[in-house]
């Protein structure tokens, strides 16, 4: 193979989309909306793309998501709106060999980026709504070859090819009840055929008054609409007497779905429409033959390096209610400052201790 890196540049979207289009490695987290709503997403993180592809010859064999953030204390590091980011995705059809020597010059060029750019450390992250995951084909754990850490977590999949008895009989029983108090509340479903700006407004003001404040930069929002008008979300809203109160935003993307946003608006807190709104999304996705829903990830307690609140684990239980089975979220993080390390590792053990008797 003659292996060369090229600079991700503006104005090379559409070739970027099309590689994730093919790509087993690929999933909607890769493409170069998801990267621009990074950039976009933590205006306080400073993020800059320094996104490559691999090509062998005239072919592009890799593309490489790489951002560049500033944290709080001044130091930068590798992530992805302070998250993991996405690891490389490669081209079909490339021999077990050829991925290797690929992922071996990827993994060397950023920990050359690493050297320059003074970066303290690297996360990185495989998704289990990839083809190459779904199908068993990669190694979640092959980053530690490249010195990366396990940190990984659990997430929850829902099986979209099993019939609606067998989903509901997944259930909690308790989410069955909630489920049947929800029935009398209206679901109306926007996509690409029907949603409208004035209804997507309606979501991002009942987004803000969730959350008390707006959150994130208006450029997020438009991206979120952007993709509905393109096919790649869906967006699912709870009408009580013709207006909507609550909302859920889902990605799309190679028939499967991820549970992205959801919005109640506080004055109906009270009311019991989040169980049915999931439910009937559950079944909108199976009427579809959507593969797979990932529901999101599950923090069932104290880990060194996932620390949850309350409200997370509460969340957390809440989504298990829906049944599914549980996959590895794999997360890698690799380290290039002794100092940070050592910190990160006490802060860590200090704060996993006191939860011990």
């Known amino acids: 193979m003659n292996l060369s890196e090229k600079k991700y540049e503006s104005g090379q979207e559409k070739e970027w989309e099309a590689f994730c289009g093919t790509s087993p490695?690929?999933?909607?987290?890769?493409?170069?909306?998801?990267?621009?709503?990074?950039?976009?997403?933590?205006?306080?993180?400073?993020?800059?793309?320094?996104?490559?592809?691999?090509?062998?010859?005239?072919?592009?064999?890799?593309?490489?998501?790489?951002?560049?953030e500033t944290r709080e204390d001044g130091k930068t590091e590798f992530s992805f709106?302070?998250?993991?980011?996405?690891?490389p995705a490669l081209a079909p059809g490339l021999s077990t060999e050829e991925r290797e020597i690929i992922s071996d010059l990827i993994f060397k060029l950023i920990d050359g980026r690493a050297q320059s750019e003074q970066v303290v450390r690297a996360t990185f992250r495989l998704s289990p709504l990839a083809p190459s995951s779904r199908e068993l084909l990669s190694q979640g754990l092959f980053l530690q070859k490249y010195g990366y850490l396990d940190v990984s977590l659990e997430t929850l999949m829902i099986d979209l090819h099993l019939s609606k008895d067998e989903l509901w009989s997944q259930m909690r029983r308790n989410h069955h009840r909630n489920i049947e108090k929800g029935e009398e509340y209206k679901m109306i479903f926007y996509n690409s055929k029907n949603i409208t700006a004035e209804i997507f407004d309606e979501y991002?003001?009942?987004?803000?008054?969730?959350?008390?404040?707006?959150?994130?930069?208006?450029?997020?929002?438009?991206?979120?609409y952007e993709w509905l008008k393109n096919n790649l979300a869906f967006l699912v809203a709870v009408q009580l007497n013709g207006r909507n109160i609550a909302y859920e935003y889902y990605s799309v993307y190679k028939n499967s779905v991820y549970g992205f946003s959801a919005a109640n608006d506080p004055d109906f807190e009270d009311l019991p429409i989040r169980h049915s709104l999931e439910w009937k999304a559950i079944l909108w996705m199976k009427e579809r033959g959507v593969d797979l829903y990932e529901i999101g990830i599950q923090h069932k307690g104290l880990l060194p390096h996932d620390p949850p609140d309350q409200k997370l684990m509460s969340i957390s239980h809440f989504k298990k209610g829906f049944?599914?089975?549980?996959?590895?979220?794999?997360?890698?993080?690799?380290?290039?400052?002794r100092e940070f390390f050592l910190n990160t590792q006490k802060d860590r053990a200090e704060h996993f201790a006191l939860s011990l008797q």
């Open 323 to 337: 049944g599914g089975f549980s996959a590895p979220q794999y997360i890698g993080e690799k380290y290039y400052d």
């Open 204 to 224: 991002k003001e009942v987004h803000h008054k969730a959350a008390g404040r707006q959150t994130r930069p208006d450029r997020t929002f438009e991206l979120m």
């Open 81 to 87: 709106g302070g998250a993991a980011i996405p690891a």
């Open 25 to 68: 490695d690929a999933w909607f987290w890769h493409t170069s909306g998801w990267l621009e709503y990074t950039l976009n997403y933590r205006p306080e993180l400073k993020s800059k793309s320094i996104s490559f592809w691999i090509f062998d010859e005239k072919r592009p064999v890799a593309v490489v998501p790489l951002t560049k």
